[in-house]
């Protein structure tokens, strides 16, 4: 019966592992890094039909967030605004602009502008945007600084480690409700946010729910 | 360290059964409850795929599962172009509107999301059903979704398109105003709306040859012609149960589908569950909800229920009667002591009769109210509606014999399909020159007509109707008609060329005559707004028996095998098969006999027995000449040589879901005996069909389970009760308890004393919580996925059993068992009490379902949302996606569940989340308060008729749920097992006439 290993198995064998262990590894590096949503979403900022800058909006004009979200206090969602929000002003500011062609179309045929989401949550997280507008959470702690972005991104990871991290440590995030909208506030010199957060906390009786049916039901 | 031998179980002193095997405890029996599932792998060679194709199949999936993973899918926001009123994304919005019913029909409240309706919930504040619906109007939100509803106008079987139509009916109406409207008939179900009076009278004004028939297969005109024949005047009459303490029942289901009515429910469970508290005898042929409730039940032939109640009437004196020689078989303390029982409560007693009975059984059952003195009391008549006197369908069938009619218009209903057999209208309707037929589904009726329309469903129509108290109700369209359908009012103002052709206008021309004109604007928003007309019902009438003499029931001869009687049921599931092809209908089982997809003629084990019959056995039935064929079933509780059929199944044409479901017994439904015929002989073809029942599915066995106790002993039994369950809780718990630290403490309590096993929880969960439906394949391998169920348990002998039933979710265990085999921590506690089922963690082990001890949990073997039922097993082969329309019916606020996922009640945690968001965003800036008692409402609670589910906090003493519990009847099921379920029952009581002796083997 012939040998089955050959003086040479030693080396190939040898090889053969190593490469099984190197790109055992490679492979589990790429998935580290490339797997979780801090590399899949964060940094995804899709071209949107009309080019609305949130820079100049918000940034430097000054709307406030409640001008388009109307409905982000009362509703789960944070409504994306209708044609006719952007006719309020623009029936008379750069009413024959180019770039607001679509809007204008919409506004007169009534069909919806087709905007790219950003933003996603799988289908079986119920996140809700008023109880967190109402109780001291500002815009700026999920979306970032929205308002000096000309093209939106995603600005934060919203995995659910990151959801609860923070609702483990809701100080962290905290504001007084009055500033939830300013997405530049910082807390007075001398404070630190998690002082700031904490009265907030205690005041508002904040108590940031960790079970699983806060979110998933 | 707590004990770990097994707790001692309370004996219940009773023997309760679930099924006839169950009783004889054979093989099959044991076998099927061995199995938690009880499905075995073996299925998979039923689907013939061998493991080449197996292997095959999966390749292709795994490489087209591979090709679509790459890229980040786009996905679009389409906001509004322009703002909504009352709409605010992501919010629900609620419309108060009505479903019309021939029979009555019903105010709801729909939630609406973005403009899709997706649940039905009683009226809150209509005074009839104060928040709570039955199964049907819950299921209709599914008919109208239906993608098997018709889309276009048919002409000769091709499609045609509505401008087509709406020319031939200008044409139409031109030529029939030219001849006065010769030969024009309109068949419409009955109805009592304004809007459609308004339009009769305007036919009988400008078409006077034309006439307008109605007729619907179940309906209580025998009632209303017994009210005029016994008091002179048209009146029908309005039963208060709430005031009687002595119900007798005649062939009567007054709780049920047969004769039910949600204000009766309400009505009658209250004077159940006070301190004095009625007692209900029912004289039936099969076993109803009536039945199951009954302190004391005979079973007797519907057609002896006339001599019965004549005999009664003899006793109680009533005028006219003495002639009486009718004797009841065995037991005269059913005629001496319930009339005793009758007269010992003057004035606070009733008697009823049902739908099927004759007009001389009512009229002798209003003479018999009239003696008691109960008319005014538990027992008020009002008139009938004026309506335009409207022709019958034997008039019309006559008409279309002679050949008077050239254009026939049928409105709705389906009368090919269940018109009384004699008429032979499937072949008539053909002789009319033109038909157009108005309907939901091509169906029956449609293959006969030239023309067929696609009808609005009522959630899309502008119309008005009227409760069965008799206050007007405004029905608006929640959506734009997803498939242009037409709505009644609008064919029959084109076609009579009336002033407007907008069913709108119409009924705001018909309101006109119900306010003063000045106000007719902020009336008519008020109108709209609140659903209904404040004030409009219908006002008891002063009546006065007039002296005509009552019938004698006609000497019949006896029953036996050669000379059966068949008797007509009203189907739970189909009402008269206007359901046929609503999904959720179909496998909601029977709640008597347990039956889904199927209906069967139901025979006493008795007589079965002596026939050789077994379930499943294919009878021929012969009535007349007549024959038909149907499945046989065995059902305890049957009077003897009575045989009952559910009308409903075995439709022909309709759409994929009722297609052949099934079997069809109108063929021998006849105009003379509509409600039950003598003479019926059966025979066996040798055929089997396979009946498929939940009856044996998911059983506790053997254990203490449902409690019933007479009023007498419950001092006793609960002294009992509470020392057994402080003997358990002395015992403490294996592992270590979950902490509680929740604000609130949610808790269930469910009184079996007053629920009647309606299945209306059963249906507003589904409709809740998005749960599929499976098939009837599925269902036969114990797959169903019904969050809650309803048992039903037989008690005491097998011939003349009681009957309990009992709804059963999941009851979130404290010590939950579930919990600590989850392997991936999929189900877990949360801290105010809720066993949370996580479904992106679950893997699908099943683990939890088999230490359930409740068996509550249920498991997703097949992508039921994603998959055509009938192709479950093809793998990738099966057509994929949801019909659009059916996806709008899904209820946004809970996860749409796929393959490989355990679910189970919730308790609505999406409406707890809701309130406890709402309070959290009202208090804003400060420290949020408690969610007040009350708020939340799960659905099988808000719906349930008799008011029988209370959900609430259990840490506020003061809340209803704690007060309930409080109550000597509480109990835990399996509470030996020590789970501390959140969910307790409370039993059953039972008002025996301790002169008589009682159902369910109490002597």
């Known amino acids: 019966m012939p040998q089955v290993f050959t003086p040479s198995a030693d080396v190939w064998l040898g090889r053969i592992f190593l490469s099984l262990v190197l790109g055992g590894a490679l492979l589990v590096t790429c998935v580290y890094y490339y797997g979780p949503p801090e590399y899949t979403r964060v940094g995804y900022a899709p071209s949107q039909p009309v080019a609305f800058s949130h820079a100049q909006h918000v940034g430097q004009l ?64 119920q996140f809700n945007h008023s109880v967190h507008v109402n109780r001291g959470v500002s815009c700026v702690s999920c979306h970032g600084k929205v308002n000096e972005m000309t093209v939106v991104r995603h600005d934060k990871p919203l995995s659910m480690g990151w959801c609860l991290d923070c609702h483990r440590h809701p100080e962290q995030n905290l504001r007084p409700n009055e500033h939830v909208y300013q997405l530049d506030w910082k807390p007075l010199l001398g404070q630190t946010q998690s002082e700031v957060g904490k009265q907030i906390q205690q005041q508002y009786g904040i108590k940031a729910p960790v079970e699983c049916s806060a979110c998933h039901r | 360290m707590p004990s770990l031998e097994q707790p001692a179980n309370l004996a219940c002193g009773q023997v309760y059964w679930r099924s006839l095997d169950q009783l004889a405890d054979t093989a099959e029996f044991r076998e099927f409850v061995l199995k938690t599932y009880p499905a075995s792998m073996s299925e998979l060679l039923d689907g013939a795929i061998d493991r080449r194709k197996f ?132 068949l419409a179900e009955p109805s009592d709306a304004p809007s459609i009076l308004l339009l009769q009278s305007h036919l009988k004004r400008t078409l006077p040859h034309a006439s307008w028939h109605t007729y619907t297969p179940i309906d209580n005109a025998n009632a209303v012609e017994a009210g005029s024949r016994a008091f002179g005047t048209p009146v029908k009459p309005q039963y208060k149960f709430h005031d009687a303490s002595v119900v007798v029942a005649v062939d009567c289901d007054f709780l049920g589908a047969g004769d039910g009515d949600i204000a009766q429910i309400r009505g009658f469970a209250k004077a159940r569950s006070t301190e004095a508290m009625n007692r209900l ?63 010992s409560k003057p004035g606070q007693s009733l008697v009823v009769v049902g739908h099927r009975q004759p007009v001389a059984v009512h009229a002798l059952a209003y003479s018999i109210n009239a003696k008691l003195g109960n008319i005014g009391k538990t ?28 254009t026939l218009v049928i409105l709705g209903g389906n009368p090919a399909y269940d018109a009384p057999a004699d008429l ?136 036996s095998a050669q000379n059966l009687e068949l008797v007509y049921q009203r189907d739970s599931s189909l009402d008269d098969g206007r359901f046929a092809n609503n999904g959720w209908m179909q496998e909601c089982p029977d709640p008597v006999t347990k039956l889904v997809w199927d209906n069967a003629a139901a025979l006493s084990p008795k007589t079965a027995d002596a026939m050789g019959i077994k379930d499943g056995d294919m009878l021929k039935l012969t009535l007349n000449g007549r024959s038909v064929e149907i499945a046989a079933l065995r059902m305890p509780g049957q009077a003897e040589f009575t045989v009952a059929v559910p009308l409903g199944y075995g439709r022909k044409v309709t759409g994929r879901v009722g297609r052949h479901v099934g079997f069809d017994a109108y063929p021998l439904r006849t105009s003379r005996s509509p409600g039950f015929a003598t003479g019926l002989t059966i025979a066996k073809t040798g055929k089997t069909h396979k009946l498929v029942r939940t009856q044996d599915h998911h059983t506790m066995e053997g254990r203490d389970i449902v409690r019933e106790v007479s009023l007498e002993d419950l001092v006793g039994k609960a002294e009992e009760w ?162 659009e329309t059916l996806q709008m019916q899904k209820n946004p606020d809970v996860t749409v569940r796929i393959r490989g996922v355990m679910e189970k009640c919730t308790y609505c945690v999406q409406r707890v989340e809701r309130a406890k968001i709402g309070v959290k965003v009202a208090a804003a800036d400060s420290v949020p308060g408690k969610i007040p008692d009350g708020t939340i409402t799960p659905a099988c609670a808000q719906t349930c008729p008799a008011q029988a589910i209370v959900f609430g906090d259990i840490s506020d003493p003061k809340s209803r749920v ?42």
């Open chain 1, 62 to 125: 000054g709307m406030s967030c409640l001008y388009c979200h109307t409905n982000v206090e009362q509703s789960p969602h944070a409504n994306v605004p209708t044609s006719q929000t952007c006719m309020n002003c623009h029936t008379a500011i750069k009413a024959t602009s180019p770039l607001l062609t679509l809007v204008r179309e919409s506004y007169s045929n009534g069909n919806p502008l087709a905007w790219e989401r950003i933003h996603q949550v799988p289908d079986y997280v």
């Open chain 2, 55 to 186: 292997l095959t199949l999966m390749a292709a999936s795994l490489s087209l599962a591979g090709l679509t993973g790459c890229r980040r899918p786009s996905i679009k926001i389409l906001p509004y172009a322009k703002k909504q009123e009352n709409v605010i994304a992501g919010l629900p919005t609620y419309y108060a509107t009505a479903l019309p019913r021939p029979n009555g029909s019903v105010p709801i409240l729909v939630e609406t999301h973005e403009g899709r309706p997706t649940k039905i919930e009683g009226h809150p504040n209509h005074p009839l059903t104060q928040g709570a619906a039955d199964a049907w109007a819950q299921a209709s939100v599914l008919d109208l979704y239906d993608p098997d509803r018709s889309r276009t106008v048919v002409f000769g079987g091709l499609p045609s398109t509505i401008e087509t139509l709406v020319d031939l009916l200008a044409t139409k109406s031109k030529s029939l105003a030219a001849t006065g409207g010769e030969g024009f008939r309109i």
């Open chain 2, 281 to 343: 005898y029912v004289v039936e042929p099969h076993f109803t909800l009536t039945g199951a409730m009954a302190d004391h039940r005979l079973r007797l032939p519907a057609s002896s229920a006339h001599g019965y109640l004549f005999a009664l009437a003899k006793s109680l004196g009533v005028m006219g009667t003495e002639q009486s020689t009718w004797t009841p078989p065995g037991d005269l303390k059913w005629i001496d002591e319930v009339a005793a029982d009758l007269l």
């Open chain 2, 379 to 406: 027992v008020a008549f009002s008139p009938t509606e004026n309506s335009e006197p409207a022709g019958s369908i034997q008039s019309l069938a006559d008409d279309l014999k002679a050949g008077k009619v050239t």
């Open chain 2, 962 to 1003: 704690s007060q309930l519990k409080a109550n000597q009847r509480d109990y835990a099921l399996l509470g030996e097992l020590n789970t501390k379920p959140r969910t307790t029952y409370g039993a059953r009581l039972k008002n025996p006439n301790p002169k008589m002796s009682q159902p369910g083997g109490h002597a």
């Open chain 2, 424 to 559: 032979g209208l499937g072949e008539l309707i053909g002789k009319a020159e033109t038909v157009i037929r108005l309907g939901l589904h091509v169906d029956e009726t449609s293959e006969l007509a030239k023309w067929h329309v696609p009808q609005a469903h009522p959630l899309e129509s502008w119309g008005d109707c009227r409760a069965s108290d008799g206050s007007l109700l405004a029905i608006q369209p929640q959506i734009e008609p997803l498939f242009d359908g037409m709505t009644a009012i609008e064919l029959v103002a084109r076609i009579s060329g009336y002033k407007t052709h907008s069913a709108y206008e119409v009924v705001r021309e018909a309101f006109k005559s119900f306010t003063a004109n000045d106000d007719f604007e902020t009336a008519w928003r008020r109108f709209l707004h609140d659903g209904f007309l404040e004030g409009s019902g219908t006002k008891p009438q002063e009546v006065t028996l007039s002296p005509t003499p009552l019938v004698l029931p006609d000497p019949l001869p006896p029953l």
């Open chain 2, 722 to 883: 509470s020392k057994h369950r402080s003997e358990i809780e002395e015992r403490g718990a294996l592992y270590p308890q979950p902490e509680f630290t929740g604000e609130h403490q949610w808790g269930m309590a469910i009184d079996l004393n007053s629920c009647i096993g309606c299945n209306a929880c059963m249906v507003a969960c589904q409709a809740e919580n998005n749960i599929p439906i499976v098939g009837k394949d599925e269902v036969a391998l114990g797959r169903e996925m019904h969050w809650i169920r309803n048992d039903r348990y037989f008690s005491g002998e097998e011939d003349d059993p009681g009957m309990v039933h009992q709804p059963v979710a999941c009851v979130q265990c404290e010590n939950a068992p579930c919990e600590v085999v989850c392997p991936v921590n999929a189900t877990v506690h949360s801290l105010d009490g809720l066993n949370l089922q996580v479904y992106n963690r679950c893997v699908g082990t099943r683990y939890c379902a088999n230490n359930c001890p409740y068996k509550v949990r249920r498991f997703n073997f097949f992508n039921y949302n994603e998959r055509p039922l009938d192709q479950l097993r093809l793998g990738p082969f099966a057509e994929k996606g949801m019909p």
